[in-house]
Nanobody, 126 residues
């Protein structure tokens, strides 16, 4: 059974930083592209960032470019999301997701992801 467990969420002031981590119980972790999504109250889930199985390719939502950095450690089965210069509009539940790697590369479409974590709350106060 596959488990994705997020950690690192919390309350931070505007301009602050947080680092999210996701531990994955995937036997062949590098065979999965990994992504981060978020969902704010009353809004649909949206793509944040993704990283290829080898870690050589990344993709970011426009709002994340320059502020967020996705990374992975295939030896530890962990994917991280470093978030800097946080804004109140970044407040959301952040989800880690795993997609069986396909030739087309990383994707921002949630429907392509096979496994999801339970999420971790990030709250940015103004």
């Amino acid at each position: 059974q596959v488990h994705l467990v997020e950690s690192g969420g919390g309350l931070v002031q505007t301009g602050g930083s947080l680092r999210l981590s996701c531990a994955a119980s995937l036997r062949t972790f590098n065979s999965y592209h990994m992504g981060w999504f978020r969902q704010a109250p009353g809004k649909e889930r949206e793509f944040v960032a993704a990283i290829s199985g080898t870690g050589t390719s990344t993709h970011y939502a426009d709002f994340a470019k320059g502020r967020f950095t996705i990374s992975r450690d295939n030896a530890k089965n962990v994917v991280g999301l470093q978030m800097n210069s946080l804004k109140p509009e970044d407040t959301a539940v952040y989800y880690c997701a795993a997609e069986t790697a396909k030739a087309m590369g990383v994707t921002d479409r949630s429907s392509e992801y096979d496994y999801w974590g339970q999420g971790t709350q990030v709250t940015v106060s103004s």
